[in-house]
């Protein structure tokens, strides 16, 4: 895997304000994904008490991807929900919204969604391997029938004891060997999409530098199940928020100057979107505006969130937002 840009940094949306929130515990857990990392050279200030300096923001809607299913976990959570969910653990971490857009540290945008793994209910990797396993056996099952020593047409392939096919058994195996060539080409497209799908994926979920970690001899030397699981995420569902932290002075300007970044992850199989978005953020919180180094994948109990009244503080307008 190759790392490639990937997010497209959408303008839209509002400035919002939070709102209080109950915030309560579960017995449920389960194993989150956040990656973080500063750009342009950002670092934050801190306090003589080294505490960060408080910073205000301003929000933006980003880009929204469903996935390939209807779940209405997600549907109903809408841009205003994602950002209700947010706002205590920024303040968390000293990030206030702003009374004003003009005077705003940073503009946060936020892209959330459901990942699109590579095949998802398609069948186009399962149905090209399916069809060279069939192809081969046909193949093997002509020699087996006719004896034949060599299996290649312009060889001859006589049989064992010596005297040659006929025109019928040499024309079955031209076709079967006809019938595998199509069947590796369409394995090989599927084994494409799939490693295109999965690169997507791993930059957008953070992952494509633990990948690249693992992916090397000690794989195949008692190491290997960390590696497999990294894919086994890419390779699933995943519920998503990706937060980007612009320069909000530097967007004014008509500059588009990416602060930090933090992408966070959970399966979705078996979850809801709604329920554990609080527990992706309690997870995410104390990187926001920080490095995580590497992919930090770790268990989180559950909690749950009761959204409280929106509250707007004014509209962003277009022009103002990073565009690629």
């Known amino acids: 895997m190759k790392s490639v840009t990937l997010l497209k940094w959408a303008a839209i949306g509002g400035c919002l304000a939070w709102c209080s929130n109950a915030v309560c515990a579960t017995q449920d857990s389960v194993v989150t994904a956040v990656f973080a990392k500063t750009h342009n050279g950002y670092s934050r200030a801190t ?11 301003a929000v933006a ?3 929204y991807d469903p996935g390939l299913r209807g779940d209405p976990s997600i549907e109903r959570v809408k841009f205003s929900g994602v950002v209700r969910a947010l ?16 005077a705003a540290d940073l503009l946060l945008v936020l892209h959330w969604g459901t990942t699109k793994p590579f095949d998802l209910g398609a069948g186009m990797y399962s149905d090209a391997f399916r069809e060279m396993t069939d192809a081969m056996s046909s193949l093997t099952h002509l020699g087996r029938r006719g004896s034949v020593d060599h299996l290649s047409p312009a060889t001859g392939g006589d049989h064992a004891d010596g005297t040659p096919r006929t025109l019928g ?3 079955d195996q031209v076709q079967a060997e006809s019938e595998l060539g199509d069947a590796l080409i369409r394995l090989e497209l599927a084994n494409r999409a799939r490693d295109q799908a999965n690169e997507f994926n791993a930059n957008l979920l953070g992952y494509m530098h633990e990948i690249n970690r693992r992916n090397n001899g000690t794989r195949f030397a008692g190491a290997g199940a960390a ?3 990294l894919i086994e995420d890419i390779e699933n569902e995943r519920y998503y928020v990706v937060l980007g932290a612009y320069d909000m002075q530097a967007v004014l300007k008509g500059e588009q100057r990416l602060l930090w970044s933090t992408r966070v992850s959970i399966r979705a199989q078996g979850n809801r979107f709604d329920e554990w978005l609080p527990t992706m953020f309690a997870n995410a919180s104390s990187y926001f505006g920080e490095e995580s180094g590497r992919l930090v994948r770790r268990y989180q109990r559950a909690t749950k969130v009761e959204l409280g009244e929106l509250k707007s503080l004014g509209i962003v307008e277009d022009g103002a937002m990073p565009e690629n």
């Open 61 to 63: 809607k980003g880009t």
């Open 169 to 171: 058994e040499v024309s």
């Open 87 to 102: 706002a205590p653990y920024l303040a968390g971490q000293n990030f206030y919204p702003a009374r004003e857009r003009e």
């Open 227 to 229: 590696y497999d699981e």
């Open 47 to 57: 306090e003589a008490d080294g505490s960060p300096v408080r910073q205000t923001y």
